[in-house]
């Protein structure tokens, strides 16, 4: 099995270099991925300015660009080959929620999906990185697994996994989830720089709004790591027919007000 290895938080970052020792007899795996952090990038390629890929001493490779960047110049010239798997992290924090449309961690697997490869995000729950052996060891699992099951042959898929910061005996079976959902964010942060201008920081993520018996939230606080399967389709469906209607009132010259 031919493995491509990135995440958001660097090539350097405890996670990827675990999830790296902890997958890397399954197959051959590549690591590409950002020069430094890039958390809550989500899907963004970078079109402006030239990206270079370079070399670390451990052979892992990384870019000045985004974790979709990473998995984009991979799998369109770099490797020179269409890998089985695409792996993005572990990520130094949740990736559930309403998380999954900001992070880079998720964007890096998306892209590998968009390219009709079979894509895994993996996350750690608590930042901080405890109990990152035993994170590893689970992500190992998956997979193990569904390299041995075949689920990586054929038609292609995106999960989500999150993983809570517990020892590998206290973590619970694997549990399949649907994703919960967050109030808004925390206030923005205004500070004064030295020169006398405001600056502003985006404020920190919103508590859980929506987490539910099945939801991601309800799992990983029972010490369930999650899996979630995602899709890229924002078509609102069930609205349809309403903006059709609307479409065609329009189109006779209906009322605009």
């Known amino acids: 099995m031919k493995i491509l290895l990135s995440n958001d938080d660097g090539y350097q970052a405890p996670g990827i270099v ?6 890397r007899d399954l197959g051959e795996v590549e690591v590409v991925a950002p020069e430094h952090n890039n958390s809550a990038k989500s899907n963004a390629l970078t079109l402006h300015q030239p990206l270079y890929v370079t070399e670390a ?3 892992f490779r990384y870019v000045n660009g985004t974790p979709a960047d990473c998995v984009h110049i991979a799998l369109t010239g770099l490797l020179g080959y ?9 990520n130094n924090g949740a990736n559930m929620g309403d998380d999954t449309i900001y992070s880079g961690t998720v964007g890096a697997a998306m892209e590998g999906y968009l390219f009709g490869v079979p894509a895994i995000a993996f996350s750690q729950v608590e930042k901080g990185w405890g109990h990152l052996d035993a994170a590893a060891r689970k992500a190992r699992d998956l997979v193990q697994y569904l390299s041995a099951h075949h ?3 054929g038609a292609h898929w995106l999960l989500n996994v999150n993983i809570p910061n517990r020892a590998y005996d206290e973590l619970k079976p694997f549990k399949v989830c649907r994703l919960g959902r967050r109030h808004a964010a925390e206030k923005v942060i205004s500070q004064t720089s030295p020169h006398g201008v405001t600056m502003y920081w985006i404020g920190g993520a919103g508590k859980a709004k929506d987490d539910a018996e099945g939801t991601d939230f309800h799992a990983t606080l029972q010490g369930h790591p999650t899996i979630t399967p995602l899709k890229v389709d924002l078509t609102d469906h069930d ?3 309403y903006w059709g209607q609307a479409a065609v009132q329009l189109a006779a010259g209906g009322d605009a007000a």
Do not use: F, H, M, Q
């Not at 675990?18 to 997958?23: F, N």
């Open 57 to 59: 001493a451990n052979g």
């Open 151 to 153: 689920r990586t042959d």
């Open 82 to 90: 269409k890998p089985d798997l695409v792996v993005s992290g572990i």
């Open 239 to 241: 609205a349809l027919r």
């Open 18 to 23: 675990a999830l790296y020792e902890a997958i």
